[in-house]
């Protein structure tokens, strides 16, 4: 066993129950003074439970915390602070009107209240900077500096606070390779001056390139703890996803269509931040078939599907929807339906009565709105036909919303956007935040659609329900596809290996 | 404490609560004016007896509550249809100087039409006016994001100055030698009717009280009122669902402009019948009051309003018969708000409470469902 004064942080045993889930299960992590150790996993492997916990954001169910060797309890971010923990989210939290230099000493208590102590800490500012090597103006205001600058404040923070563990969730996903290069090179520099780094991501080639070792997590518990020079991607990658999957696939019978329903030629998007988010993306979905999509979150699936749906412009390339090209949104439910990955935020109105969501893309329609007045008794009428066939379990349709639960405001969703039996549906996360019950209800409704005709577009993180439901898989990485691979025969490793941006094997094995 | 419970009522929540809030918010706001009135000397009972006296124990008195409730109605109109677009029309108070300015134009100008014609041309003016004040706010907010509240504020100064300067000399709306700045008088065929003769209760009210069932009918039954609340209640899945929200937002502030143009209408053609320098003394934020006491429901601003113009007319009396001045009608009013504010701060930060709750549990669902595969 490594000397404890090495070892800057050991966390034991770490168990953490929310309810009915176990988000962290005796978890063993060790991370040694100047090292930059790796937190590797899928989307709801534990790393972020795991960091809040350490944090001081939750509290363990069991389990003990070492900071250099002594035993801690972390009972809020204040404690973690006070004891050398410093995160950096994977949104920044910055005030953007304060200037960098305000940013960093924002929280800090002065020394002589209630006076700021900018002059030493401009001085200190200066030389940490040099120090780094970074070109900042402690005096720029934040919202006028570039999203990297903006990182490197957010470490800045960290230092000042005089940080021995800093815990960066996924700092690339913001980054250009070339800026990426550099926080690379300034960590490894960071981690030369002692201080410990906590790396979390799910890019294989970045923790081969920054990493000293890795833990890998996988549905919440350890898988192991490897030096990424001495150990293969695919053995990574099957670490990280290679459960074993239960291959339960759900019976269906062949589909002889061959006619595409949507084509997708050459896209390209930017995200939210305007940074590219789709690249020069192609796909076709065939009446009677249902397309996966697997990566891991983040690479482009929010966007493609937004952008199908109108509700995103591309920057190139175009979307046809039964050779009918996509300008903005479609207003007519038998061309397309669209499930939006959040639910409560885009596809509902929280406060409008349940009647009322059933028919926000149709009400200027008839029977609804007749001779320009809304006619609450037809409303009311589909409301119940919907009710009943979709099951949803609702007191009665005029109640708001938000009293349903989860599941059954997601069949609010599922009702109004499949009743007029679109010809592609776009289901984009449709089981998060659903119990298992509903789950398989989406599921077998998935199939239903199929089975008619329809064409499918199903995305989804969770890789053992892409592999059930779908007929056909397509592995998203960085706004383009990896591979696509047959649902039937397809291998699990062989997926994980594309979500984590690995095309090598891929391309001699398709 | 008394408060509290009454908001926690068990499985009454929605329907009950949103009309409870402002009828509590209004006892509230009578206690601790009593307070006021005893601690400036006067009884409290007697004060309110008198104001009661002074707004409902005649008809000169209930006349003169409806003159009062009129402005305060279509003012809180132009704020409370805003309201339902997630919407902050502050410009009242201008939208009212432009429109009685214009209203008055029209009134002012003979023109060869039947009496009715004429006066409903003054109204229409009068709404025109408001929603072109309106307009560069509206174009502003729902094409280049520039915050409501800013714009329609800062043009409420201007549009009161501007109006002054076009009742002074030379200006054609200007009295010639007047002592006062204000316009001639409104030719009597664009004059709003007398209701009750004797009184000054003029047509204004049925106006007001009339768009006010308009409106909820609007909001209610037409496509239009669909994507105003939808607007308001969630713009994300307003555009998600087709609705052009830019556009939705723009309609809906020159709406809200050419409602406070009515009110300023109303005003000129019904009771003032002149225009006078600074004559709305606040009426587009008493507007904004009501609208926040009333959430910005039309048919409950429409009793909200009878309740405002009864303080403002009872208070006359209460000043006679106390010796309390009659501005003590604007600190029940304030005071009013100001509760309704409260409480509905304090359900707000109960719902989040139980939101979260509700997500935090669905959120260890969700992951569940993976981890037990």
């Known amino acids: 066993m490594d000397q404890s004064a090495d070892i800057a942080l050991r966390m034991v045993g770490i168990t953490k129950r929310f309810p009915g889930v176990l988000a962290n299960n005796n978890i063993m992590l060790e991370v040694r003074v100047g090292e930059v150790h790796g937190l590797l996993g899928e989307n709801g492997a534990g790393k972020t439970t795991l960091m809040n916990v350490l944090y001081g954001l939750h509290q363990p169910d069991s389990g003990r915390i070492y900071i250099r060797g002594k035993e801690v309890r972390i009972t809020s971010p204040r404690v973690a602070v006070d004891l050398g923990i410093g995160m950096v989210h994977q949104h920044f939290m910055l005030a953007d009107n304060l200037s960098a230099l305000e940013n960093v000493i924002l929280g800090i208590p002065p020394k002589r209240p209630p006076l700021l102590d900018l002059d030493s800490a401009r001085a200190r500012f200066k030389e940490l900077a040099n120090e780094y090597g970074l070109g900042l103006d402690p005096s720029t205001p934040v919202w006028q500096l570039p999203v990297g600058d903006r990182q490197w404040l957010e470490i800045l923070k960290l230092l000042f606070r005089d940080a021995r563990v800093l815990i960066l969730d996924e700092p690339t996903s913001v980054l250009a390779p070339s800026q990426a290069a550099r926080l690379f090179k300034s960590i490894r520099r960071l981690a030369d001056k002692s201080r410990s780094i906590v790396f979390i991501s799910h890019k294989l080639r970045e923790m081969k390139e920054v990493a000293d070792r890795v833990t890998v997590l996988r549905d919440g518990h350890v898988v192991g703890t490897v030096d990424p020079g001495e150990t293969s991607p695919t053995e990574l990658a099957q670490m990280m996803v290679g459960r074993n999957v239960f291959l339960d696939r759900r019976p269906r019978p062949p589909s002889e269509s061959k006619q595409a329903v949507l084509v997708v030629d050459g896209l390209s998007c930017q995200d939210d931040r305007g940074v590219p988010a789709l690249r020069d993306l192609s796909l076709t979905v065939h009446a009677g078939e249902i397309v996966g999509v697997a990566g891991v979150g983040g690479n482009g699936q929010r966007e493609l599907a937004e952008c199908i749906a109108g509700l995103r412009r591309p920057t190139e390339g175009t979307i046809r929807i039964n050779e009918k090209l996509i300008t903005g949104v479609t207003r007519d439910p038998s061309l397309l339906g669209y499930i939006p990955e959040d639910r409560r935020k885009t596809g509902l109105v929280a406060d409008f009565t349940v009647e009322e969501n059933l028919i926000i893309k149709t009400f200027d329609n008839p029977p609804f709105t007749r001779r320009g007045i809304l006619q609450w008794s037809e409303i009311g009428d589909r409301a119940k036909t919907l009710i009943q066939d979709y099951d949803i379990r609702t007191p009665t349709p005029a109640i708001p919303l938000r009293h349903l639960s989860g599941g059954n405001q997601q069949r609010v969703v599922i009702a109004r956007e499949l009743n007029a039996k679109p010809a592609l549906l776009v289901a984009s996360q449709p089981t998060r935040g659903l119990d298992v019950a509903s789950v398989e209800a989406v599921h077998n409704i998935l199939l239903q659609e199929r089975n008619r005709g329809a064409a499918v577009l199903f995305i989804s993180t969770e890789l053992p329900e892409v592999l059930t439901v779908s007929d056909r898989i397509l592995v998203f990485f960085r706004g383009e596809i990896m591979g696509e691979l047959n649902a039937e025969t397809a291998d699990v490793n062989l997926i994980g290996e594309m979500m984590l941006g690995h095309r090598e094997r891929t391309k001699q094995a398709v | ?373």
């Open chain 2, 1 to 373: 404490m008394k408060e509290r419970r009454t908001i926690e009522l068990p499985g009454l929540e929605g329907l009950v609560l949103s009309g409870a809030r402002p009828i509590l918010a209004v006892i509230l706001a009578l206690v601790v004016s009593a307070g006021l009135i005893w601690a400036a000397g006067a009884n409290p009972i007697e004060a309110y007896a008198a104001l009661l006296e002074g707004s409902f124990g005649s008809v000169a008195a209930l006349a003169n509550t409806g003159v009062r409730a009129a402005p305060l109605l279509l003012g809180g109109f132009a704020v409370g249809l805003g309201f339902k677009a997630g919407l902050w029309n502050i410009g009242g108070e201008g939208q009212i100087y432009l429109g009685a300015t214009v209203a008055t134009a029209v009134g002012l100008i003979p023109l060869p039409v039947p009496a009715w014609v004429h006066l409903l041309l003054a109204v229409m003016a009068g709404f025109a006016g408001g929603l072109l004040w309106a307009l560069v706010p509206a174009y502003l907010r729902a094409y280049r994001g520039v915050n409501e509240v800013c714009t329609t504020l800062m043009l409420n100064y201007v549009a009161g100055y501007f109006v002054s300067w076009l009742l002074h000399e030379p200006s054609p709306l200007a009295e010639k030698g007047a002592f006062f700045p204000m316009s001639p008088p409104i030719l009597p065929s664009a004059r709003l009717p007398i209701l009750v003769k004797g009184t000054s209760l003029h047509a204004g009210l049925i106006l007001a009280v009339v768009l006010g069932v308009v409106l909820h009918f609007l909001l209610r039954y037409t496509p239009f009122g669909f994507r105003t609340r939808m607007v308001g209640e969630n713009p994300e899945a307003a555009r998600y669902a087709g609705v052009g929200v830019a556009r939705q937002i723009f309609l809906v502030l020159l709406v809200c402009g050419g409602l406070g143009g009515l009110a300023g209408a109303g005003e000129v053609l019904g009771l003032k019948l002149r225009l006078f320098d600074f004559f709305a003394g606040g009426v587009g934020y008493e507007g904004l009051a009501l609208a926040m006491l009333a959430n910005g429901n039309p048919l409950g601003m429409i009793v909200a309003g009878v309740f405002f113009g009864s303080l403002k007319a009872g208070a006359g009396k209460m000043q006679i018969v106390t010796g309390i001045e009659a501005s003590m009608a604007l600190v029940i009013q304030a005071l009013t708000v100001l509760f309704v504010i409260a409480i509905g701060f304090g359900e707000r930060v109960r719902l989040t409470r139980q939101q979260k709750k509700k997500s935090r549990a669905e959120e260890g669902v969700a992951s569940g469902h993976e981890l037990h595969q």
